[in-house]
């Protein structure tokens, strides 16, 4: 199915959405017309627009930028895959990663995102801390500059692995 693109249609598809909401509530509410089940459904519809906004902007803005989905499905699947095989087949592979990130970094001027995470590998010690203080870098790395859309997916990968690593997940 191709994503819809008609402004008219897309409105009108949230007008449905609302209506069913609405319809559903009243049903609800007229089941047990109480204030418990009114301020019940009140906290349904207020939480769960928040939990639509959770999903579908914090999650792709501030925890993950590369994960891009178009349904709780799709987010599903891709949380499973990715859990299912690392991002790096060795430590090596991951320090090469970081390595040609910094080199990138360099090049197009980000120079403080690049001093971060070359500090962050130089404090790899081989335990769980060193690992843990590289995780550090790499969020300060991502909130030093504004990076381009390579350079966030690459950090990303980059982090979710030594995310993996330090929690052992």
């Known amino acids: 199915m191709s994503d819809l693109r008609s402004t008219s249609l897309i409105v009108l598809k949230g007008i449905?959405?609302?209506g069913i909401v609405a319809g559903s509530a009243l049903v609800i509410f007229l089941g047990q017309p109480t204030w418990r089940v009114a301020a019940l459904l009140v906290a349904l519809a207020w939480a769960s627009a928040r939990f639509y906004?959770?999903?579908?902007y914090v999650l792709e803005r501030y925890v993950d930028?590369?994960?891009k989905y178009a349904g709780v499905v799709a987010l599903l699947k891709?949380?499973?895959a990715r859990r299912r095989a690392p991002a790096f087949r060795s430590a090596d592979e991951l320090f090469a990663?970081?390595?040609g990130l910094i080199d990138d970094l360099n090049r197009s001027g980000k120079t403080r995102a690049a001093a971060e995470l070359t500090e962050g590998m130089g404090r790899l010690n081989g335990l769980t801390d060193g690992w843990g203080l590289f995780l550090?870098?790499?969020d300060r790395a991502r909130a030093s500059v504004a990076l381009s859309a390579a350079q966030v997916s690459a950090l990303s990968t980059i982090r979710a692995e030594?995310?993996?690593i330090v929690t052992r997940r």
């Open 136 to 138: 550090e870098a790499i």
């Open 53 to 56: 906004y959770f999903l579908f």
């Open 78 to 80: 891709e949380i499973v």
């Open 162 to 164: 030594v995310h993996r």
């Open 97 to 99: 990663a970081t390595r």
């Open 16 to 18: 449905l959405f609302l």
């Open 65 to 67: 930028p590369s994960l």
